[in-house]
């Protein structure tokens, strides 16, 4: 009887497979129709795969979850707009770094990654258009800002034009399958901090900790030393063939990195947008009360605010802010309009979908 009813499970199975199979391929002739109609102008669309995406969880009845049913849908959007012309997005390599993990997060198994040894160099080839977007960590939940991307922000001529929250878990990786016997360990100088209570409680204190540039450069040195481990992530540990012998050992358990995507092109609303500045103040008593006058005005919520030198004086700050909604909205317009009356310097770096997760 248990047979019996298996292969039924299993025949209709296989049907809905041949359908999926047959609306899949509807689905990607449409994509290469459009891609003709739009005869070469650009491909991707942040804000019209932001909408299918929340459209599909909230469409979900289950049992599978919202954000595996938005992964499902992100490789077939991936795989359709490749037909259009196949995506090429820079990122802070090499192979196996949360940054690469951020990109095909945001872009599908489709899109052509391409590892950098910088995020300068990353802009770099955007800027160029020798690659087509950059995705670029931003801040971090434990440890801030990730100030060279800021910088970069301020000089490149590139627009936001989406963003990705990557939940970041930390293993203890090594090519053999043991603490014994471990003397130095390789990460990222922001990972090292991020583990410091789990290393400090788990390892000898003379275990020494070496800061590289990146955690994938961690794990390649440590598949080359026996006596080294690595912190690093699942990319990672899979690229290099190393054992796992701890897995999440950040200290704060909702540790998150925010990337930026950014290209050359201005996004339209979705519907749930942000939108990123950058600004100046006068090194005077009330001027940043005075510059934020037209936020609080308009009735525009922030969700960041942010100090970074301007390397024009000792002294001197710009300021990073994000708000709720896109910049064609109304009340963000006219902050944007009061914020330039105030300001001798003022630019817009993008309005973008809200990261759907």
């Known amino acids: 009887m248990s047979e019996q009813l298996l292969k039924q499970h299993r025949d209709a199975i ?9 609306l899949l391929n509807e689905r990607a002739e449409h994509a290469r129709q459009i891609g003709e109609i739009k005869g070469g102008g650009v491909v991707y669309r942040p804000e019209r795969e932001a909408q299918v995406l929340t459209r599909i969880k909230s469409l979900n009845p289950g049992p ?41 997060k945001h872009f599908g198994h489709a899109a052509r990654g391409v590892a950098c040894s910088s995020i300068d160099e990353a ?34 001529p590139l627009k936001i034009c989406g963003e990705v929250v990557l939940r970041i878990h930390h293993h203890l990786l090594r090519s053999v399958a043991t603490t014994e016997g471990i003397r130095r360990v390789y990460s990222h100088a922001q990972s090292l901090s991020q583990c410091h209570e789990w290393l400090n409680k788990n390892l000898p204190v003379d275990v020494e900790r070496i800061s590289v540039a990146s955690n994938a450069e961690a794990a390649r040195l440590a598949s080359l030393d026996p006596a080294a481990a690595a912190i690093a992530g699942q990319a990672a540990a899979e690229r290099f063939g190393l054992t796992k012998l701890a ?7 909702n540790n998150t990195t925010r990337f930026l995507v950014l290209g050359h092109q201005d996004v339209s609303p979705s519907g749930s947008d942000k939108t990123s500045i950058v600004v100046s103040a006068p090194n005077r008593p009330g001027a940043v009360h005075s510059l934020l ?3 609080a005005d308009n ?59």
């Open 64 to 104: 599978l979850p919202g954000e595996s049913v938005a992964r499902l849908f992100r490789e077939i959007m991936s795989e359709c707009l490749a037909l259009e012309k196949p995506l090429s997005i820079a990122y802070l390599g090499p192979e196996g770094t949360f940054s690469q993990l951020a990109a095909t």
């Open 293 to 295: 006058a037209p936020v």
């Open 123 to 156: 802009f770099r080839l955007v800027e160029s258009r020798t690659l087509d977007y950059v995705v670029a960590p931003v801040e971090n939940s434990t440890e801030g800002a990730v100030g060279r991307t800021l910088d970069l922000m301020i000089t490149t």
């Open 247 to 253: 897995e999440n050992i950040e200290d704060e358990p």
């Open 299 to 357: 009735g525009v919520s922030m969700t960041k605010f942010e100090s970074r030198p301007s390397r024009v004086g000792l002294g001197d700050y710009v300021f990073f802010i994000d708000m709720e909604g896109h910049r064609t909205d109304a009340n963000i317009a006219a902050a944007l309009q009061g914020l330039a009356e105030k300001t001798a310097y003022l630019k817009i770096l993008g309005s973008y979908p809200v990261a759907v997760l």
């Open 14 to 22: 296989d049907h809905i497979d041949a359908t999926i199979l047959k």
